[in-house]
């Protein structure tokens, strides 16, 4: 966790997102909050570790769309935890727990999404779409000097968030 929090700290793009004040600082301080509570569940699963990461999920959804990729952390970890303690169920009531925690977070920062669900749905789709446009546009090599510049100047950081990861698993 401690690693993790300085990876972020040190991280050059947080830095600059989090001067700007975009949501993109937030995601990342919600999502390394997720992970750090999904290992948290492999190694101990209590209630109060599904609480805190549902409502963590539930804030990742109402922040940025893009925040919902951390959040299949959270099941995977669940599942895992299944099998690494063989008294725990698969489908248990800290399941719920966590369910209820991320709705009523995602209810807080975000109630449109419950109040006008048809029209919340209608832009996640269209900017679904105009993602996959981007992202089929940008075979172009004029755009790849954005995830190379990104790739050189935070390769270090990101293979030691990579080995930090993997050996607190």
């Known amino acids: 966790g401690l690693l993790a929090g300085l990876l972020?700290?040190?991280?050059?793009?947080?830095?600059?997102?989090?001067?700007?004040?975009?949501?993109?600082?937030?995601?990342?301080?919600?999502?390394t909050l997720l992970v750090y509570y999904a290992l948290a569940i492999l190694q101990a699963p209590a209630s109060r570790h599904y609480v805190?990461?549902?409502a963590l999920a539930g804030l990742l959804a109402g922040t940025k769309a893009n925040g919902?990729?951390?959040?299949v952390a959270w099941p995977v970890a669940h599942v895992l935890s299944s099998r690494l303690h063989p008294g725990q169920r698969i489908f248990n009531v800290r399941l719920l727990y966590s369910a209820l925690a991320a709705v009523g977070?995602?209810?807080?920062?975000?109630?449109?999404?419950?109040?006008k669900f048809h029209e919340v749905a209608t832009l996640v789709s269209y900017e679904a779409d105009r993602a996959l446009q981007v992202a089929s546009a940008s075979a172009d090599p004029s755009y790849l000097w954005i995830p190379m510049r990104l790739?050189?100047?935070?390769?270090?950081?990101?293979?030691?968030?990579?080995?930090?990861?993997?050996?607190s698993v």
């Open 8 to 31: 972020l700290v040190l991280n050059k793009v947080h830095f600059l997102r989090a001067q700007l004040a975009l949501p993109d600082a937030a995601v990342m301080f919600f999502a």
């Open 52 to 54: 805190l990461g549902g």
């Open 68 to 71: 919902l990729l951390t959040v």
């Open 105 to 115: 977070a995602l209810f807080l920062v975000h109630p449109y999404f419950f109040l």
């Open 151 to 167: 790739a050189r100047d935070n390769a270090f950081l990101a293979a030691a968030y990579v080995f930090g990861f993997l050996y």
